[in-house]
């Protein structure tokens, strides 16, 4: 089974710390992607990776940045938290190559800036 | 613009009803694929049905089904006989080939199943 691990399922952090969500997965997956969940927006993507050390912005990448340096870590860092980020935040991975593969998802991080 | 909509916030359906989760979508890319997922209140993102857009036959999965029209960029889910463990959120999401692998979600559909 595809696992994907996150390092917390709830972090609660002050205003203007460095945050660090770290996001695992097993299966050798190509890609990875960090999303954010807000109620009546749906997911919405913030960055993603094809592959080591390669990274491309999302749709609200704004306040956020990714680091990728080994295939199965894929890194979401707050420079700066804001209370605005206060969120769940997803990773997801999947395959290349299969345009039916889905992608799987880890359990999620609530994070709260306060 | 919206590329991925789902205009139900919330519904309600008696157990062992069927139900009908809405979607619409919009792109000009011809490859796509069509994806549901199931978010339960633990959290976890659960794939449901794919759907491919050269695909001739609407996808089924078990009590899962999607009425695939795209002609009218639509693709409803479909749950027969609901359980109780279906209330959760769902969400439909689009693939564009010609995008890579990212997926495009919608606002999401909350679903409760009455006894």
């Known amino acids: 089974d595809v696992k994907v691990t996150q390092s917390s399922r709830y972090l609660v952090k002050r205003t203007g710390e460095k945050v660090f969500l770290e996001c695992v997965q097993d299966?050798?997956?190509?890609?990875m992607f960090w999303y954010r969940q807000d109620p009546g927006l749906g997911l919405r993507l913030i960055y993603f990776s094809y592959d080591v050390k390669m990274k491309e912005k999302g749709d609200i990448p704004e306040g956020y940045s990714v680091s990728r340096e080994k295939k199965e870590r894929f890194s979401l860092i707050l420079e700066s938290a804001s209370t605005n980020q206060t969120s769940m935040y997803l990773c997801?991975?999947?395959?290349?190559?299969?345009?039916?593969?889905?992608?799987?998802f880890g359990p999620g991080t609530r994070l709260t800036v306060t | 613009a919206q590329k991925i909509t789902q205009t139900q916030p919330g519904m309600f359906v008696q157990e062992k009803e069927a139900v009908t989760l809405d979607c619409t979508y919009d792109t000009s890319d011809p490859s796509y694929g069509l994806f549901w997922y199931k978010q339960p209140s633990s959290g976890e993102m659960i794939f449901l049905i794919y759907?491919?857009?050269?695909?001739?036959q609407n996808a089924t999965e078990g009590r899962y089904s999607l009425n695939f029209q795209k002609a009218r960029k639509s693709a409803n889910l479909v749950i027969s006989a609901s359980q109780l463990g279906d209330s959760a959120m769902y969400f439909c999401a689009m693939r564009e080939y010609n995008q890579g692998g990212k997926l495009i979600f919608g606002q999401g559909t909350e679903l409760s199943v009455k006894p």
């Open positions: 299966m050798d997956h190509e890609n």
């Open positions: 997801a991975s999947s395959s290349t190559g299969v345009p039916s593969t889905e992608q799987y």
């Open positions: 759907q491919g857009s050269y695909d001739q």
